[in-house]
């Protein structure tokens, strides 16, 4: 059985994270590029975000405006430590997209502020990670999401073994980040 989401976003820290050519829904998948260690050509970033228009998917790039600018990307990610104001005027890019992430009410309305039209609530479920004990699990996750006027994506946690509680959920799709490196073949079964 698959899970029912308008949009799935899925974290690369790489070009070569992800093979284009596995995916099928297209007009529902999105790549946020957040590459933070290895230094990439910006040749191939084009080249890569080129490709991604050519199949229909999104490209957003992380807390750099310039370089999303420059690149043509769908729009930009505002991590939830990213406090920023940017300065876009909506004439500037009609189909420029911001969206952010966040972890608490608070972040959630910084994120408001910063214009962001899609945020990417995080902790659904128990991660692995140190220091990150807490989540929001099904429940907490829908009270929080139930009367705020945003579109909402959930984040972390999210395993073969709970997908299916995905759709019980008040958002609109799902991102992941370590599953995808741990088991690719989990875009198979979203896709």
Do not use: W
């Not at 974290?11 to 933070?36: A, D, G, M, P």
């Not at 019980?168 to 370590?178: D, Q, T, V």
Request: hydrophobic share 40%.
């Amino acid at each position: 059985m698959f899970i029912k989401k308008n949009k799935y976003y899925i974290y690369i820290e790489n070009l070569s994270s992800i093979n284009l050519n596995r995916v099928k829904n297209r007009s529902k998948f999105n790549l946020i590029y957040r590459n933070n260690i290895k230094k990439e050509k910006l040749s191939e970033i084009i080249a890569f975000q080129k490709l991604c228009k050519k199949k229909n998917i999104k490209f957003f790039v992380a807390n750099d405006l310039s370089k999303a600018l420059r690149l043509n990307a769908s729009g930009i990610y505002l991590s939830s430590y990213n406090k920023k104001f940017l300065n876009i005027s909506k004439t500037l890019r009609k189909n420029f997209e911001i969206i952010g992430s966040a972890h608490n009410f608070s972040e959630i309305n910084m994120k408001r502020k910063q214009g962001c039209e899609t945020v990417i609530l995080s902790r659904l479920f128990k991660t692995d990670y140190k220091n990150k004990s807490t989540f929001l699990g099904t429940t907490r996750f829908n009270l929080m999401t139930k009367n705020l006027l945003k579109n909402f994506v959930a984040l972390g946690g999210i395993k073969s073994k709970n997908l299916m509680k995905i759709n019980i959920l008040n958002c609109e799709g799902i991102a992941l980040l370590s599953e995808v490196k741990k088991k690719p073949a989990i875009i198979r079964r979203l896709f």
